[in-house]
């Protein structure tokens, strides 16, 4: 594991349950090399495990995932080395959150019509600080804490998820977008986790509007998923990436997936870095 790196986690700042500290003390835990932070949307929680990152020996790689849709699914774009002390930056990202509470409202209105008894109040006092992300799976956590679903992945099957009774999503920036956003900062451009979204069509558009990378290794990708992308990004001269999309605990089970069990190598870190080197030069 030494040379490896796991290019996608979130944490308290966004979805996660975990602190930035704590996921650079498991990835330190896990052997690995490097470690990104990608929360939705956000990059508060960086400063605080590049701090981590220095005292334990580990490279942390500033990251983003931001989220965008086209034809009515959530498409992830990952941005690496993106100014995440930049004020203007901060904001773009601020005013992309905005959305993401708009589609909690649309969402817990859903839940109150089919007769729930759930409150947007509710949900969003399990989250202290203003500046924190709130998504789907703190809805999950009260749907949970009420006792209509028993699991996450129930409360995702039944309401939250792609063609559950509450899904909602309101109209967001193009992924298109999302990567001219990314490189306009200096950032490196990755689409995340492609075997999720079954439409190769996209990818490949995608890679004509200028992606960087592709993230090849995940969860979500299959093996025959990651045979063909890996294929895609060798054709296309594009950064293979790879990470777990650990997003901390849920009960005693890692969710998504386990720190360090999808990686990359060290060597993707450095194309990543170099590119953006180039870029914020120029
Ligand atoms: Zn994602
Ligand atoms: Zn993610």
Not at 85 to 98: H, K, P, Y
Not at 187 to 212: S, T
């Amino acid at each position: 594991m030494q040379n490896r790196a796991d290019l996608h986690s979130h944490t308290t700042a966004s979805d996660g349950t975990c602190e930035p500290k704590e996921n650079v003390r498991l990835a330190k835990e896990a052997g690995l090399a490097a470690i990104a932070i990608t929360d939705h949307d956000i990059v508060a929680g960086i400063p605080e495990a590049i701090e981590a990152g220095k005292a334990l020996g580990i490279e942390v790689v500033p990251g983003v995932e931001i989220s965008s849709s086209a034809h009515g699914q959530d498409i992830h774009v990952l941005g690496y080395y993106i100014p995440y002390d930049d004020e203007a930056f901060r904001q773009t990202l601020s005013g992309l959150r905005e959305t993401r509470h708009e589609r909690n409202k649309m969402i817990i209105a859903k839940l109150q019509e089919l007769g729930l008894d759930i409150t947007l109040e509710a949900v969003y006092a399990r989250k202290q600080e203003p500046d924190k992300n709130i998504g789907r799976p703190h809805i999950a956590e009260e749907l949970m804490r009420k006792g209509y679903v028993r699991t996450m992945e129930e409360a995702f099957d039944k309401y939250l998820g792609k063609g559950g009774l509450a899904y909602a999503n309101p109209e967001r920036i193009t992924p298109e977008q999302a990567i001219r956003l990314i490189k306009s900062a200096g950032g490196v451009a990755v689409l995340a986790h492609p075997g999720l979204y079954g439409d190769d069509e996209l990818v490949g558009d995608l890679i004509v509007h200028g992606l960087d990378g592709i993230e090849v290794w995940h969860p979500d990708n299959d093996r025959e998923a990651v045979i063909r992308y890996r294929q895609l990004a060798e054709d296309n001269g594009l950064i293979m990436t790879g990470g777990s999309d650990f997003h901390g605990w849920r009960g005693e089970e890692p969710y998504h997936a386990m720190l360090g069990s999808s990686t990359t190598s060290t060597e993707a870190v450095e194309q990543l870095k170099n590119i953006a080197r180039q870029r914020q030069r120029a």
